[in-house]
Protein backbone atom coordinates (compact mmCIF):
# COMPACT_ATOMS: atom_id res chain seq x y z
CA UNK A 1 0.00 0.00 0.00
CA UNK A 2 1.00 3.16 -0.92
CA UNK A 3 -0.11 6.76 1.10
CA UNK A 4 0.55 9.84 -0.96
CA UNK A 5 0.78 13.47 0.04
CA UNK A 6 0.85 16.20 -2.25
CA UNK A 7 2.07 20.33 -1.95
CA UNK A 8 3.65 22.91 -4.00
CA UNK A 9 0.09 24.61 -4.68
CA UNK A 10 -0.35 27.95 -4.62
CA UNK A 11 -1.55 31.44 -6.29
CA UNK A 12 0.88 32.11 -8.86
CA UNK A 13 0.26 34.36 -11.63
CA UNK A 14 -0.14 33.39 -15.81
CA UNK A 15 2.83 32.90 -17.28
CA UNK A 16 4.77 31.91 -14.07
CA UNK A 17 6.16 28.48 -13.03
CA UNK A 18 5.10 26.41 -9.52
CA UNK A 19 6.99 22.69 -9.00
CA UNK A 20 4.30 20.21 -7.17
CA UNK A 21 5.80 17.18 -4.54
CA UNK A 22 4.02 14.30 -4.05
CA UNK A 23 5.67 12.33 -1.04
CA UNK A 24 5.13 9.04 -0.84
CA UNK A 25 5.30 6.29 1.76
CA UNK A 26 6.05 2.70 2.17
CA UNK A 27 9.04 0.53 0.55
CA UNK A 28 7.57 -0.28 -2.27
CA UNK A 29 6.95 2.88 -3.85
CA UNK A 30 9.74 2.27 -6.71
CA UNK A 31 7.64 -0.29 -7.95
CA UNK A 32 4.67 1.97 -9.05
CA UNK A 33 4.49 4.25 -12.32
CA UNK A 34 2.78 7.35 -10.80
CA UNK A 35 0.87 10.09 -12.43
CA UNK A 36 -0.56 13.55 -11.91
CA UNK A 37 -4.50 14.60 -12.38
CA UNK A 38 -5.94 17.76 -12.16
CA UNK A 39 -9.68 18.84 -11.13
CA UNK A 40 -11.14 22.05 -12.07
CA UNK A 41 -14.70 23.45 -10.37
CA UNK A 42 -17.55 21.18 -12.42
CA UNK A 43 -15.34 19.47 -14.29
CA UNK A 44 -14.02 16.04 -14.55
CA UNK A 45 -10.80 14.90 -13.33
CA UNK A 46 -8.40 14.91 -15.88
CA UNK A 47 -5.33 13.28 -16.70
CA UNK A 48 -1.63 15.33 -17.25
CA UNK A 49 1.04 13.04 -16.66
CA UNK A 50 2.39 9.95 -16.40
CA UNK A 51 5.92 8.30 -15.50
CA UNK A 52 7.13 4.93 -15.17
CA UNK A 53 8.59 3.31 -11.95
CA UNK A 54 11.82 3.97 -12.97
CA UNK A 55 11.50 7.45 -14.86
CA UNK A 56 12.36 5.71 -18.15
CA UNK A 57 9.19 6.97 -19.83
CA UNK A 58 6.67 10.15 -19.60
CA UNK A 59 3.41 10.83 -21.45
CA UNK A 60 1.74 13.97 -21.14
CA UNK A 61 -1.79 15.42 -22.01
CA UNK A 62 -1.58 17.65 -25.20
CA UNK A 63 -2.66 20.58 -22.91
CA UNK A 64 0.70 20.43 -21.15
CA UNK A 65 3.27 18.88 -23.17
CA UNK A 66 6.12 21.41 -23.69
CA UNK A 67 4.97 23.44 -20.56
CA UNK A 68 4.96 20.37 -18.16
CA UNK A 69 7.58 18.08 -16.62
CA UNK A 70 6.88 15.20 -14.81
CA UNK A 71 9.87 13.28 -12.59
CA UNK A 72 10.86 11.04 -9.46
CA UNK A 73 12.99 10.59 -7.37
CA UNK A 74 12.98 7.21 -5.72
CA UNK A 75 15.19 7.23 -3.26
CA UNK A 76 13.76 9.72 -1.50
CA UNK A 77 10.36 8.34 -2.42
CA UNK A 78 9.21 11.36 -4.13
CA UNK A 79 7.91 12.39 -7.41
CA UNK A 80 7.50 16.18 -9.03
CA UNK A 81 5.53 17.85 -11.74
CA UNK A 82 7.55 21.07 -12.82
CA UNK A 83 4.67 23.38 -14.60
CA UNK A 84 5.73 26.31 -16.54
CA UNK A 85 4.38 28.88 -18.52
CA UNK A 86 1.05 28.64 -16.65
CA UNK A 87 -1.95 29.95 -17.68
CA UNK A 88 -5.49 30.26 -16.09
CA UNK A 89 -7.16 27.16 -17.52
CA UNK A 90 -4.55 25.63 -15.48
CA UNK A 91 -6.07 26.22 -12.12
CA UNK A 92 -7.49 22.95 -10.57
CA UNK A 93 -6.34 20.76 -7.80
CA UNK A 94 -4.00 18.21 -8.52
CA UNK A 95 -3.62 15.02 -7.38
CA UNK A 96 -0.42 12.34 -7.76
CA UNK A 97 -1.77 8.78 -7.82
CA UNK A 98 0.04 5.25 -7.97
CA UNK A 99 -0.55 2.41 -10.22
CA UNK A 100 0.74 -0.82 -10.88
CA UNK A 101 1.09 -1.16 -14.41
CA UNK A 102 4.12 -1.36 -16.37
CA UNK A 103 2.55 0.54 -19.45
CA UNK A 104 1.05 4.34 -19.97
CA UNK A 105 -2.08 4.51 -17.71
CA UNK A 106 -4.33 8.05 -18.63
CA UNK A 107 -7.47 6.99 -16.67
CA UNK A 108 -8.25 8.00 -13.38
CA UNK A 109 -9.91 4.64 -12.73
CA UNK A 110 -6.45 2.54 -13.12
CA UNK A 111 -4.97 3.78 -10.18
CA UNK A 112 -5.39 2.82 -7.20
CA UNK A 113 -4.09 4.84 -4.89
CA UNK A 114 -4.43 9.27 -4.37
CA UNK A 115 -3.25 11.79 -2.96
CA UNK A 116 -5.66 14.19 -0.86
CA UNK A 117 -5.23 17.02 -3.79
CA UNK A 118 -3.37 20.14 -4.08
CA UNK A 119 -4.90 23.85 -4.97
CA UNK A 120 -2.87 25.45 -8.08
CA UNK A 121 -4.52 28.78 -8.95
CA UNK A 122 -3.34 30.99 -11.90
CA UNK A 123 -4.53 34.23 -12.28
CA UNK A 124 -5.07 36.10 -15.77
Known amino acids: QVQLVESGGRLVQAGGSLRLSCAASGRTFRSYAMGWFRQAPGKEREFVAF????????HYADSVKGRFTISRDNAKNTVYLQMNSLKPEDTAVYYC?????????????????WGQGTQVTVSS
Open 51 to 58: ISWNGGYT
Open 97 to 113: AACSYSDVRTHAGEYAY
